[in-house]
């Protein structure tokens, strides 16, 4: 069981960067691909993107591609989610997932969640 806490939303202004923070309890963590989604207000969750075990495979979604960064330290247990620069469109709940496998696209199999981080952006 690996549970997953998020870090690092808050209120901003469009233009600026945030850095979300995904920290696991297990060092197990490191064999899982880690995915970062958000939800808006009233939205469907959107998959943003995920990276591999050991961080040399990244995937990003076209839409915020240029504008989020995945990153990890298995020796810290975290991977994180740079967003940057920022737009009123990002205001969300951001929530990272764990699963295993080899496949960085595939949305099924993300059965560990973290609670989520809020982020909201004004212009």
């Known amino acids: 069981q690996v549970q997953l806490v998020e870090s690092g939303g808050g209120r901003v202004q469009a233009g600026d960067s945030l850095r979300l923070a995904c920290a696991a309890s297990?060092?197990?963590?490191?064999?899982?691909?880690v995915g970062w989604f958000r939800q808006a207000p009233g939205m469907e969750r959107e998959f943003l993107g995920a990276i591999s075990t050991d961080g040399s495979g990244k995937y990003i979604v076209d839409s915020v591609k240029g504008r989020f960064t995945i990153s990890r330290e298995n020796a810290k247990n975290s991977v994180y989610l740079l967003l940057n620069p920022l737009k009123p469109e990002d205001t969300a709940t951001y929530y990272c997932a764990a699963r295993s496998g080899s496949s960085l696209t595939t949305l099924v199999g993300y059965n560990y969640w973290g609670q989520g981080t809020r982020v909201t952006v004004s212009s």
């Open positions: 297990e060092r197990t963590f490191s064999a899982y691909i």
